[in-house]
Nanobody
Framework: VQLQASGGGLVQPGGSLRLSCVVS????????MGWFRRAPGKEREFVAA???????YSSGSVKGRFTISRDSAKNAMYLQMNSLTPEDTAVYYC????????????????????WGQGTQVTVSS
């Protein structure tokens, strides 16, 4: 299974970006999918997750601003990011976990088996 993340870039505060993650070698809807990010000098942080049943979860820091979704026909997952702030600057990674992760483990990066290469998001004026 391979994941290809894209869509990052430079955006001004208050702007929006949409990240994409295309899955190859597997069927996206059979995996628990997640987005994580790593800001400079910080540890990797959970952003959002999408369970096999299409239930969505996100961290408190992005709730109401970021939306995770998927398109089964394209075998792709997305992260719509609105109202971006400089604190959102990071490398964003998509990940896939085999099977049905329980809610309490969605934010645990070690529960995910496959990772994309990351895409840089920079929020700056």
């Amino acid at each position: 299974v391979q994941l290809q993340a894209s869509g990052g870039g430079l955006v001004q505060p208050g702007g929006s970006l949409r990240l994409s993650c295309v899955v190859s070698g597997g069927t996206l809807t059979t995996y628990t999918m997640g987005w994580f990010r790593r800001a400079p000098g910080k540890e990797r942080e959970f952003v959002a997750a999408l369970r096999v049943n299409n239930n969505r979860y996100s961290s408190g820091s992005v709730k109401g601003r970021f939306t995770i979704s998927r398109d089964s026909a394209k075998n792709a997952m997305y992260l719509q990011m609105n109202s971006l702030t400089p604190e959102d600057t990071a490398v964003y990674y998509c990940a896939a976990g085999r099977g049905r992760l329980i809610v309490s483990t969605l934010s645990d990066a070690s529960e995910y088996d496959y990772w994309g290469q990351g895409t840089q998001v920079t929020v700056s004026s």
